[in-house]
């Protein structure tokens, strides 16, 4: 039993110094088995699976690297873990059932949504401490923020409304109404638009972030599959912009779509009950979280082909990959 | 992925459709609620009414007793829902409560609703109640909306325009049951049925199900109420013999299907049978419009904000409560309106939809104003499945395989 221990431990080991140093570390919340699985980018190999808090469900790094912030929805706080050790070194006073967060640009405070409190909780991450706490409509979900850290975007999804936030006085400075339960939001990176996708209204509503009006509203149409299958939830636009990634939910498929002219070029064939979605650094792959088969598919970004899934816990729920 | 190319151009069209029509609609619906920089616009009070006939019940099981406030609890937390969403919009809810007694008349209470200022009224009663007023209320311009009654005669020959039913139809429990069953491959049924006349309906319901996918109807049997006590400290030595005895004589069968909506035996028949076997229908596995442990399709956040407020579990009563007064609250946000004209009309309309943690948007059949819906089948602790079934297919919406469909409709709408 030992040799064989010592076997595993001295292949592992020249797995470990024949991986390039270039690959990065994908980070999966497990929101079934309250863990998160960590996956080799080049390998696409798994290579730990780490045991978290209650429920882990939204997921997200800070800038540098050096910490995951993960919601604990049962456990009803944010958990901070140390990419290093791959230990829990902290809490964040995250209010009840935290499902999504976003953070500011510069990495410094992290706006979470607290779905049975109708509340958007700001924290500062240096101070650990509350900030501020904003009334929403009901069952705040999607996050996003602008580029430039003056907007935030929060979805609430009984009410149907993206809420347009002033990040420095935490005002609300426009409700917009969108498609049934909203679910994710996200800036274009250039922040002239925010795109926020509705899961039973079954589209993409395209805000312009400065008239704050929707301009485009993209309904998705696959052969073969009832319209209600069709549950748009992750959208994620690549740092040149000109492509957005919608995860469809029950519909198994990632859309792809063309920024210019917002229509939708491919339907890309990934698991089953596909949630969210995050690209590795270099934009050469974006990553699908399929909750229901268990596993994640890396999709090439140039192609729009899937390359490979990956088993990874039970219902996989988020994703984030390591900025190096 | 060649095949992709007739639809992207579909999709093109569709889109181009979209951006000609419908977007400058949109952006005129979004246009108030994007300008807070003018003068705040007058509240609007939009006032709804909840009429029930009600008096406390008792049940075969002590947990089966229904709560003081059920249906009221829903409308209550559909209330505080509408008035978050309201807040950002200038729109503000209140519910007026009238309780009547089960087989009184509702005229007098409705009335007294309508003379209130409610347009919409919640109606928690029966078929006969619910119809003494439907008319009345008609020439009020009141809407009617029912979670009391589960008669398809409601959505059928007594159909009509300002009654809209967010309560399933016996026929929809049913169906939504039987395709299950059928899906398990249990064939094979018998029917004990209580003497009561819901009991009856309820009976016909199956009966039309067995019909419709495929279920053998082996053999039925009518269970007499013959006005025992409904809970003694010694009856359970008593029901241990008698229900092995009164489902002796049934044929072999797969299923033990149950129809007692008056809550005289069926609660009674599982683990007592003489052969032993499933059962189904209101005893067992039953079907309904909630299930208070979904915890699917984001249920569990319902789940917690319905026990926050009333601190007990959601019934499904509650929950086609929750409904009706979340489906006035939609029809206000999406016109940003209170004018119960352009309410009626957006309810009416095929724009319409409403997401109430099943899965999939609702809306309501234009031939009789049913509300589509998946059914959940469950025991007294967790959901078992949601119907309809895989496999159960329809031509428009699968959600139609439950029920009457439109082809076999008999409500003519007198508008």
Redesign the interface.
């Given at each position: 039993m030992r040799r064989q221990l010592a076997l595993m431990a001295a292949t592992l080991a020249t797995w470990l110094l024949a991986t390039p140093a270039s690959a990065y570390m994908v980070y999966v919340s497990n929101e079934k088995d309250n863990t998160i699985t960590i996956v080799d980018s080049t390998t696409m190999k798994v290579i730990k699976t780490v045991p978290v808090g209650q429920r882990p469900r939204g997921i997200t790094i800070s800038p540098d690297g050096n910490f995951i912030y993960l919601c604990a929805s049962d456990d009803d706080t944010i958990q901070v873990i140390d990419t290093g050790t791959l230990q829990v070194v902290g809490t964040l006073p995250s209010g009840p059932?935290p499902e999504l967060f976003t953070l500011s640009p510069d990495g410094k405070v992290l706006y979470v949504a607290n779905?049975?409190d109708?509340l958007v909780t700001v924290i500062d991450l240096a101070t650990k401490k509350v900030v501020a706490e904003i009334p929403v409509?009901?069952?705040p979900e999607g996050m996003g923020v602008s580029p430039d850290g003056k907007t935030l975007v929060n979805t609430?999804?009984?009410?149907?409304?993206a809420?347009f936030i002033d990040t420095q006085s935490h005002e609300?400075?426009?409700?917009?109404?969108v498609d049934?339960?909203p679910r994710y939001a996200e800036f274009k990176p250039d922040g002239s638009e925010v795109w926020v996708s509705s899961e039973?209204?079954?589209t993409v509503s395209v805000i312009d972030n400065a008239?704050?009006?929707?301009?485009?509203?993209?309904?998705f149409?696959i052969?073969g599959l009832?319209s209600?299958a069709i549950q748009p939830v992750g959208v994620n636009i690549t740092a040149d912009g000109k492509k957005a990634y919608v995860a469809l939910g029950p519909a198994n498929r990632v859309a792809v779509i063309n920024t210019q002219t917002?229509?939708?070029?491919?339907?890309v064939l990934v698991g089953q009950r596909v949630w969210h979605l995050a690209f590795t650094p270099d934009q050469k792959t974006i990553i699908s979280t399929n909750g229901i088969s268990n596993d994640i598919t890396f999709i090439d970004v140039a192609s729009d082909e899937p390359i490979e899934s990956v088993t990874v816990g039970t219902l996989p729920w988020g994703v984030v990959v390591s900025p190096k | 992925?060649k095949?992709?190319v007739p639809?992207?151009l579909?999709?093109?069209i569709?889109?181009f459709w979209?951006?000609v029509n419908?977007?400058p609609a949109?952006?005129e619906?979004?246009?108030p609620?994007?300008q807070?920089a003018k003068p705040p616009q007058q509240m609007t009070e939009i006032r709804i009414g909840y009429l029930r006939a009600y008096e406390p019940q008792l049940a075969l099981s002590l947990l089966d007793v229904p709560p003081t406030d059920i249906g009221i609890a829903g409308a209550k937390l559909g209330i505080s829902?509408n008035d978050?969403?309201g807040s950002?919009?200038k729109q503000k809810f209140d519910l007026d409560i009238a309780e009547i007694k089960p087989d009184a008349d509702a005229v007098a209470a409705f009335d007294e609703l309508v003379a209130k200022g409610d347009r919409y009224v919640v109606a928690d009663l029966s078929a006969k109640q619910l119809l003494s007023i439907a008319d009345i209320a008609r020439d009020k311009g009141v809407l009617l909306f029912n979670v009391g009654a589960p008669d398809d005669i409601l959505r059928e020959e007594d159909c009509r325009w300002n009654v809209f039913h967010v309560a399933p139809t016996r026929s929809m429990l049913a169906d939504a049951l039987a395709q299950y069953l059928i899906w398990k491959q249990w064939p094979r049924w018998v029917l004990v049925y209580g003497s009561h006349d819901n009991d009856h309906l309820f009976a016909d319901a199956l009966r039309r199900a067995a019909t419709r996918f495929g279920g053998k109807l082996l053999a039925e049997k009518e269970f007499m109420d013959t006005g025992t006590a409904r809970r003694t400290d010694t009856g359970v030595i008593q029901i241990q013999q008698q229900m092995p005895v009164f489902t002796q004589d049934l044929p072999d069968h797969d299923v033990l299907l149950v129809a007692d909506e008056s809550e005289v035996f069926g609660t009674y028949v599982p683990y007592r049978t003489w052969l032993p076997r499933v059962v189904a229908g209101t005893a067992g596995l039953t079907a309904s419009s909630w299930h208070p442990a979904s915890e699917q399709w984001?249920g569990s956040?319902l789940q917690?904000?319905f026990d926050?407020s009333a601190g007990r579990h959601m019934l499904s009563k509650d929950m086609d409560a929750w409904t009706a007064v979340?489906s006035i609250g939609e029809a206000a946000?999406?016109t940003n309106s209170g004018d119960p004209g352009k309410i009626s009309d957006y309810l009416h309309s095929d724009q319409f939809?409403?997401?109430a943690f099943k899965g999939?948007?609702l809306t309501f059949r234009a031939w009789n104003l049913q509300l589509r819906q998946p059914i959940f089948l469950g025991d007294d602790k967790i959901v078992v499945s949601t119907s309809p079934q895989p496999g159960f297919l329809h031509q428009v919406?699968?959600l139609d395989t439950l029920g009457v469909d439109q082809p076999e409709t008999k409500c003519v709408f007198k508008k």
């Open positions: 059932d779905e049975n109708n409509g009901v069952e609430s999804e009984t009410t149907s409304m809420h609300i400075i426009a409700n917009v109404l049934a339960r039973i209204g079954g008239t704050h009006e929707v301009t485009h509203r993209i309904t149409e052969p009832r209600e917002y229509q939708v070029e491919k339907y | 992925m095949s992709m639809n992207s579909w999709m093109f569709v889109l979209t951006a419908v977007l949109l952006a619906e979004a246009q609620q994007a807070p829902d978050t969403t950002f919009l984001g956040q917690t904000r926050k979340r946000t999406r939809s409403i997401a999939q948007k919406s699968e």
